[in-house]
């Protein structure tokens, strides 16, 4: 028998084939040169042609347990050899022990859960299970907001990427609490009244939900006045609207908390996960609800599934995921290092002119860039860039940092496995790459 050699494609034919032969999201494809990625380990990664970076954003938020943990790559390679996939209709022992096992972590008396294949359809479902055990046809989101690429979810949606997809109707989006860098973060008070009067102006019979961000994510890590989530709720209560708490980004200890309702122990009727279910290791995501939402389905059919529905791999990834938080107690090293991140955050504010603001809740954080400390003119227009911004994120892949670099923000969100020394290094890049906004700031 004789074995063909297959040679390894270079960094470039990696990066080019991919380009041609696949659809890049979120791009004009023109131009496009991706790197080509060969290896992680920890809060590292290396391209094929052998550099390493620092992730500060752990990916797209969502690699919690760092890279390369063994607890959930055996998970999964042991579930391959006994079952690798059964029909949803189908009951297997690790869709058993993760649903008793989000039951015991998730908040108050969430118990059950639907199972998809990411926060995009978790969302998806949340906002039909809440119409149709409301049967009314609003929702409610806020501006400031991301909950997915697909039909309601992207509907839902309140930052531009929804304007290019508006095709289906029944959102209203509110304002949120934070109204930029300019004008800051209003009362808990203030926002609630605004919410308020929306929801008499829409008619509460007719909103079956309210879904939001307990904590924004890519639209600045935007977190909001004490008090505000717990108005949020009792308005909810009080109109009989289901409060969806999207936690497909702050889910699984990223906030230093399990979940960011936890901070102000806040249970929502719908809770939506994915991201750091697995740590990203293969694609999973889960609507919660609480009992009183789920009973709905014990004598009426529950119009939606999905083929990979409760896929016994990324059941057995799950598992394997909340194992290596517990043991390593990763939601409690968000938490601590949480505090280093911050002081590094204050460190940068005092330093550097161009830093307007920091914000950070563990290890969710983000830098919001100024061109004019007195008049808080962000260094790039929303929905915008500038030459400035565009310097700064090539310094940061120059000098081996990756995170997300996205308006005049600058995330620093690295996986809950990272060490101070970890951190020290990532925030020394940073310092340095902020010179380039100083120099905007005097000018």
């Given at each position: 028998?004789?074995?063909?050699?297959?040679?390894?494609?270079?960094?470039?034919?990696?990066?080019?084939?991919?380009?041609?032969?696949?659809?890049?999201?979120?791009?004009?494809?023109?131009?496009?040169?991706?790197?080509?990625?060969?290896?992680?380990?920890?809060?590292?990664?290396?391209?094929?042609?052998?550099?390493?970076?620092?992730?500060?954003?752990?990916?797209?938020?969502?690699?919690?347990?760092?890279?390369?943990?063994?607890?959930?790559?055996?998970?999964?390679?042991?579930?391959?050899?006994?079952?690798?996939?059964?029909?949803?209709?189908?009951?297997?022992?690790?869709?058993?022990?993760?649903?008793?096992k989000l039951a015991e972590l998730l908040p108050g008396d969430i118990d059950k859960v639907l199972f998809t294949l990411g926060g995009a359809d978790a969302n998806e479902n949340a906002i039909k299970i809440a119409r149709t055990v409301?049967?009314?046809?609003?929702?409610?989101?806020?501006?400031?907001?991301?909950?997915?690429?697909?039909?309601?979810?992207?509907?839902?949606?309140?930052?531009?990427?929804?304007?290019?997809?508006?095709?289906?109707?029944?959102?209203?989006?509110?304002?949120?609490?934070?109204?930029?860098?300019?004008?800051?973060?209003?009362?808990?008070?203030?926002?609630?009244?605004?919410?308020?009067?929306?929801?008499?102006?829409?008619?509460?019979?007719?909103?079956?939900?309210?879904?939001?961000?307990?904590?924004?994510?890519?639209?600045?890590?935007?977190?909001?006045?004490?008090?505000?989530?717990?108005?949020?709720?009792?308005?909810?209560?009080?109109?009989?609207?289901?409060?969806?708490?999207?936690?497909?980004?702050?889910?699984?200890?990223?906030?230093?908390?399990?979940?960011?309702?936890?901070?102000?122990?806040?249970?929502?009727?719908?809770?939506?996960?994915?991201?750091?279910?697995?740590?990203?290791?293969?694609?999973?995501?889960?609507?919660?609800?609480?009992?009183?939402?789920?009973?709905?389905?014990?004598?009426?059919?529950?119009?939606?599934?999905?083929?990979?529905?409760?896929?016994?791999?990324?059941?057995?990834?799950?598992?394997?995921?909340?194992?290596?938080?517990?043991?390593?107690?990763?939601?409690?090293?968000?938490?601590?290092?949480?505090?280093?991140?911050?002081?590094?955050?204050?460190?940068?504010?005092?330093?550097?002119?161009?830093?307007?603001?920091?914000?950070?809740?563990?290890?969710?954080?983000?830098?919001?860039?100024?061109?004019?400390?007195?008049?808080?003119?962000?260094?790039?227009?929303?929905?915008?860039?500038?030459?400035?911004?565009?310097?700064?994120?090539?310094?940061?892949?120059?000098?081996?940092?990756?995170?997300?670099?996205?308006?005049?923000?600058?995330?620093?969100?690295?996986?809950?496995?990272?060490?101070?020394?970890?951190?020290?290094?990532?925030?020394?890049?940073?310092?340095?790459?902020?010179?380039?906004?100083?120099?905007?700031?005097?000018?």
């Amino acid at each position: 028998m004789v074995t063909e050699t297959v040679k390894a494609l270079s960094a470039e034919e990696i990066s080019d084939l991919c380009v041609r032969h696949t659809l890049y999201d979120w791009s004009a494809q023109a131009g496009l040169k991706p790197m080509a990625i060969a290896s992680a380990q920890g809060v590292h990664f290396h391209t094929v042609d052998g550099r390493r970076f620092i992730d500060f954003n752990s990916q797209l938020m969502c690699v919690n347990a760092g890279y390369g943990d063994r607890r959930i790559i055996d998970a999964i390679k042991r579930q391959a050899e006994e079952l690798a996939y059964i029909s949803p209709f189908m009951a297997t022992e690790p869709r058993a022990r993760l649903g008793r096992k989000l039951a015991e972590l998730l908040p108050g008396d969430i118990d059950k859960v639907l199972f998809t294949l990411g926060g995009a359809d978790a969302n998806e479902n949340a906002i039909k299970i809440a119409r149709t055990v409301t049967g009314r046809p609003k929702i409610l989101a806020r501006y400031r907001s991301y909950h997915g690429s697909m039909g309601s979810a992207m509907q839902a949606t309140g930052d531009p990427r929804r304007w290019p997809n508006e095709f289906s109707t029944g959102v209203v989006h509110v304002l949120d609490p934070y109204h930029g860098i300019q004008r800051g973060t209003d009362s808990a008070e203030f926002a609630l009244a605004q919410l308020e009067e929306t929801i008499q102006l829409e008619g509460p019979q007719t909103i079956a939900a309210f879904i939001l961000e307990p904590i924004t994510g890519t639209n600045g890590i935007l977190i909001p006045p004490d008090g505000y989530l717990q108005g949020v709720r009792e308005l909810c209560d009080r109109f009989g609207i289901l409060l969806i708490c999207d936690e497909v980004m702050t889910g699984f200890g990223r906030t230093g908390r399990w979940f960011a309702v936890d901070h102000w122990n806040v249970v929502p009727d719908l809770i939506t996960l994915a991201k750091g279910l697995t740590s990203s290791y293969v694609p999973l995501g889960a609507v919660g609800m609480r009992p009183k939402v789920a009973a709905y389905f014990d004598d009426h059919v529950f119009y939606g599934g999905l083929t990979y529905n409760s896929h016994p791999l990324l059941c057995a990834a799950a598992l394997g995921a909340i194992q290596a938080y517990e043991e390593d107690d990763m939601v409690g090293n968000a938490r601590r290092m949480g505090a280093v991140l911050q002081r590094h955050h204050e460190k940068l504010q005092e330093r550097h002119p161009c830093v307007g603001a920091t914000r950070s809740i563990g290890l969710f954080g983000a830098l919001e860039l100024v061109r004019d400390r007195r008049t808080l003119e962000p260094l790039a227009p929303f929905n915008g860039t500038s030459p400035e911004m565009k310097a700064i994120g090539q310094a940061l892949l120059d000098a081996g940092l990756y995170t997300f670099v996205r308006w005049n923000t600058i995330m620093t969100n690295p996986p809950l496995c990272i060490t101070e020394a970890e951190l020290d290094e990532g925030f020394e890049i940073l310092d340095t790459a902020l010179e380039i906004g100083d120099q905007a700031v005097g000018s």
